[in-house]
């Protein structure tokens, strides 16, 4: 079955902690993306990668750290540099062709939760 | 600022009804998704609308596209408790990887 994984589906840190969610893709999409949605909002974007060793920031990069050395990964770190991390993470992938985005598919998530 | 607004953010109704959530956009884009989400899981995709005029449906319900007046509409034909959900629309400005997401209208169907 082709789709994206995510692990863990829960994490907590603690304070001045840092910590990586995982994110694979079987699509064989070249754009991954990263996600932040608080409680009874929208998505906001962390990072995205239209390929491999490249990699661009979103609209709330800091303290959020990423890494795209294989097609398949998009690691996600957390760094302690990022003050209020609860959240819930969303992983995405797409088709990234010179016509422009097309739909992304989004992984089950990772529940961060700071101690 | 590239804007994508939403409403209703919360719509309660009951089965049977009709219903419609908009989705305003500030840039100019050909490229509209309509996204599913239930609590506490992660988004479904149900609609990409790609030209001025283009319409898509799925049971019951229907997306709509009008590129000129920068605005997507949601149809919901006879309700059911099956559809509550969270739905949000995104918009790819033209040029660009990146979407822009409206803050999600949060739908109740009440039996």
């Known amino acids: 079955d082709g789709g994206i994984t995510q692990s863990p589906k829960y994490l907590f840190r603690k304070e001045g902690q840092n910590v990586t969610l995982s994110c694979e893709q079987n699509?064989?999409?070249?754009?991954m993306y990263w996600y932040r949605q608080d409680p009874g909002q929208g998505l906001r974007l962390i990072y995205y990668s239209q390929i491999v060793n490249d990699f661009q920031k979103g609209d709330i990069a800091e303290g959020y750290s990423v890494s795209r050395e294989k097609k398949e990964s998009f690691p996600l770190t957390v760094t302690s540099a990022q003050k209020n991390p609860t959240a819930f993470y969303l992983c995405?992938?797409?088709?990234?062709?010179?016509?422009?985005?097309?739909?992304?598919?989004f992984g089950p998530g990772t529940r961060l939760t700071v101690l | 600022e590239l804007k994508v607004e939403q409403n209703p953010l919360f719509l309660s109704m009951q089965e049977g009804k009709n219903y419609t959530i908009y989705c305003n956009y500030s840039t100019t884009s050909d490229r509209l998704y309509w996204y599913r989400q239930d609590p506490g899981k992660s988004l479904e995709s149900l609609f990409v609308l790609l030209s001025n005029g283009a319409v898509k449906q799925e049971g019951r319900l229907m997306a709509s596209l009008d590129t000129k007046a920068r605005l997507s509409t949601l149809h919901i034909t006879a309700a059911v408790h099956d559809l509550s959900a969270t739905y949000f629309c995104?918009?790819?400005?033209?040029?660009?990887?990146?979407?822009?997401w409206g803050a999600g209208t949060k739908l109740i169907i009440k039996p």
């Open positions: 995405a992938s797409s088709m990234a062709l010179l016509a422009g985005p097309y739909t992304q598919y």
């Open positions: 699509l064989n999409h070249d754009a």
């Open positions: 995104a918009v790819a400005p033209d040029s660009n990887y990146q979407l822009i």
